[in-house]
Every structure is written in C-alpha cells, then in structure tokens.
C-alpha cells in the first residue's frame, strides 16, 4: 500500500486541445504551475524550477520520458541535493467537449521522507490537490 502511486482525477469543462495546452506551454504553465523557464512537451527535454513555500525552496530537476500528443506525458521529478526519484504522469481523456485528467505520481517512496517530512506522501496529495483542483481548474475556467 505504502509504495502505490498517488492518484488524483479531475473533470474539466474544457476541451482536450485546452487542457493539453496548459499543461504542456510554458507560458501557460507559468500562470497556474511553477514559473518554469523553459519547457517542451518533447521526450528527452530537461527542465527545472524553484517550488515550495516561504521557508524552504525545493529545486525540482525533471525529464520529459514519455509523449503522446492531447493524450499523455510524463516527466522525471526529482529534488536536488537529495536522493530518489519519482514520476508524473498526466493523463487526458475527452467525453465530448469535457476533459478527465488523471494525474499519477509514482515512485515516491524513493524520498528520504522518514528524515524530510516535506517529502511524505501526504504532502504531495495536498499540493496536487491544489495544483490540479484548484489552480489548473481556476486557470481552464477563467481561459474560456
């Protein structure tokens, strides 16, 4: 149970072109993510950006492993300076002009959480949770 993926889905009112392209152009992203600099939905493509809170500022080194257009993309996510690595995972399916996204973050088990309590798992469904339901979704809503 304690290494099973972190799995969350959301429905938007939004078509699959829409949703793809918020989480895949950087200047999209910029508005509802992480300011990332640089970022190309292309396998292979290396990027990173600063995420956290006022305390403590987490760089974030990722690699894009897996696209396949409007549909599915994957990135390496991993801490620097710390060890493990894990996987995200955005899944798009469309029911008409509606958009499920399923996101899936796997292999966190694989941060030292038990010596960094910002790397439990809890930690990255409330930040998901946020990032997907609240600021993705306000973002989708307010593109319209």
């Not at 889905?9 to 989480?23: D, R």
């Not at 080194?61 to 409007?70: G, R």
Request: net charge neutral.
């Amino acid at each position: 149970m304690k290494n099973e993926p972190l799995i969350i889905e959301y429905n938007f009112a939004a078509p699959i072109g829409k949703v793809w392209k918020a989480i895949t152009d950087k200047n999209q992203m910029k508005q509802w993510y992480f300011n990332i600099t640089e970022f190309k939905p292309e396998t292979g493509f290396e990027f990173q950006f600063y995420g956290g809170s006022e305390d403590k500022q987490w760089l974030h080194l990722c690699k894009v492993v897996e696209v396949v257009p409007n549909k599915k993309i994957t990135y390496t996510w991993r801490y620097d300076g710390y060890p493990g690595i894990s996987y995200v995972t955005f899944e798009l399916s469309a029911y008409g002009n509606k958009t499920q996204l399923k996101l899936i973050h796997a292999g966190l088990e694989s941060f030292p959480s038990d010596t960094v309590p910002e790397l439990k798992k809890e930690n990255f469904l409330e930040g998901w949770t946020y990032i997907i339901g609240t600021a993705l979704k306000e973002f989708v809503k307010a593109e319209s």
